[in-house]
Nanobody
Framework: QVQLVESGGGLVQAGGSLRLSCAAS????????MGWYRQVPGKQRELVAV???????SYADSVKGRFTISRDYARNTVYLQMNSLKPEDTAVYYC????????????WGQGTQVTVSS
């Protein structure tokens, strides 16, 4: 089992920045992936960014150039630096943990609300 604890959400004006953090504990491994999804009410959760084995990262097209995912392997923590935020970034952001053997997330955080005002 893996436990994920998120922090860093909040309210920010358009153009501002926020940094999300997610600490993993339990049966973790540096070869597994960690990342972020988000969900808007009435819509499916969508992938925002993922950090995989070897430092490989991937991003949704909508956040490329604005968001940066990073990982502190010593602390089992993943970060999402969000810059130039837009109202359409408003969502609940979920941290995920995915075993290297799987294609979809195995564990989810509780979610943290990010609200961007115009």
């Amino acid at each position: 089992q893996v436990q994920l604890v998120e922090s860093g959400g909040g309210l920010v004006q358009a153009g501002g920045s926020l940094r999300l953090s997610c600490a993993a504990s339990g049966s973790t491994s540096n070869i597994d992936a960690m990342g972020w999804y988000r969900q808007v009410p009435g819509k499916q959760r969508e992938l925002v960014a993922v950090s995989s084995r070897g430092g490989i990262t991937s991003y949704a097209d909508s956040v490329k150039g604005r968001f940066t995912i990073s990982r502190d392997y010593a602390r089992n923590t993943v970060y999402l630096q969000m810059n130039s935020l837009k109202p359409e970034d408003t969502a609940v952001y979920y941290c995920i943990y995915r075993r290297i053997t799987n294609w979809s997330p195995d564990y989810w955080g509780q979610g943290t609300q990010v609200t961007v005002s115009s």
